[in-house]
């Protein structure tokens, strides 16, 4: 299963750096306006004037086609691989204390006492 992934991460890296090298030989939307105004660098290039622009473009979609691929690839075979025992969170490793009890939670709780009038000229009712 190692193998796969690495075979799959290795395809993908290759396939990344190619189109990134790909997609910056191929020239913007705004060359073609350059080139009318005197910029006749069109003629001069390795595929010809319109030649490079198909086999460029399509190259650049085989080779994402080839990265969606691997990316889904080692999604699925990522998730089908088991982590051993101690391949986990370090959170994890760390034992429960003794008692689940949330802080401030062992405080024993008030004792509601009716309040009294204090003073004089307190109103006394009758039956209390």
Do not use: W
């Not at 006492?113 to 003073?119: D, H, N, W």
Request: proline share 7%.
């Amino acid at each position: 299963m190692n193998i796969v992934l690495t075979i799959l991460q290795v395809i993908q890296i290759l396939s990344a750096i190619a189109m990134i090298g790909l997609i910056l030989m191929q020239h913007g939307k705004g060359a073609d306006a350059g080139a009318t105004f005197g910029g006749g660098a069109g003629s001069a290039s390795l595929f010809g004037a319109s030649g490079g622009a198909n086999f460029l473009s399509r190259s650049t979609a085989v080779l994402a086609t080839v990265f969606l691929s691997c990316t889904l690839g080692l999604a699925y075979f990522g998730n089908l691989r088991t982590e051993p025992k101690g391949a986990g969170s370090v959170l994890e490793s760390v034992p429960a204390p003794a008692s689940q009890q949330i802080p401030g939670t062992n405080v024993p709780p008030a004792t509601v006492t009716p309040a009294t009038p204090t003073g004089t000229g307190a109103a006394q009712i009758p039956g209390q």
